[in-house]
């Protein structure tokens, strides 16, 4: 399978805490992507990066997100001093031309 | 403000019958247009798309049609089958200004055999 992969799948955290995600695009694709879906929503933009250069970033990626692409290849976003509010499915997507994006299954973050 | 919407949560038809699934748009800025789908637990899977250039593209089952006069897109389904039941989610992006997709909601479709 040569698809998005995504790392973990699921992750429990007490508040506080910090967590890290990992992203592994198709392997021909230049762009990353990192999305936010919570229930009843559709994926909300978080940033994207061309190789390894992060080119945008959303108002919701607040002071305690960093995501990093070292090299251009796979990404990993860190979320510091994790807050309720940060429980959600993270969504990772690759593509080659910025056209169709090519999603992973997810890393579903729950924060107690 | 929502930029991409669909209006209907939800959507059920009779398995062969065809399924509409309606999206609007209020960005003049957006130019390309994406259908998701989405089972439970797992990320979005690409169905097709429309550049704005278009009005129509078709891909086996599926159509996607494009008003931009009205801001307006459908995806229809013909026949359906019970395992096209799933969330649809309508997405656009404006090319000239950035990569990143805004979604609608979705609407969750399903399929009675």
């Known amino acids: 399978d040569t698809g998005v992969s995504q790392n973990p799948r699921h992750k429990i955290t007490k508040r506080g805490q910090n967590v890290t995600f990992r992203c592994d695009p198709i392997s021909e694709h230049n762009r990353l992507y990192w999305y936010r879906q919570t229930l009843g929503q559709g994926p909300e933009f978080l940033t994207y990066f061309q190789n390894e250069a992060q080119l945008e970033k959303s108002r919701l990626l607040s002071d305690r997100f960093s995501a990093e692409r070292p090299k251009g290849s796979f990404s990993t976003l860190e979320i510091q001093r994790t807050e309720q509010g940060d429980s959600a499915m993270y969504l990772c997507?690759?593509?080659?031309?910025?056209?169709?994006?090519?999603f992973g299954p997810g890393t579903r973050l729950t924060v107690t | 403000d929502q930029q991409v919407k669909q209006n209907s949560p939800s959507l059920s038809v009779q398995e062969g019958r065809i399924s509409i699934l309606n999206c609007d748009y209020t960005n003049s800025m957006f130019d390309y247009f994406l259908w998701y789908k989405k089972y439970p637990a797992e990320g979005p899977t690409f169905l097709i798309s429309i550049s704005s250039i278009k009005d129509k593209n078709e891909d086996g089952r599926f159509t996607v049609f494009l008003n931009k006069s009205a801001k307006h897109l459908s995806l229809h389904i013909v026949p359906s089958q019970p395992g096209d039941s799933a969330v649809y989610f309508c997405a656009a992006s404006a090319r000239g200004g950035s990569e990143k997709l805004v979604f609608g909601k979705g609407t969750k479709l399903t399929v009675n055999p």
């Open positions: 997507a690759s593509s080659f031309d910025g056209y169709e994006q090519y």
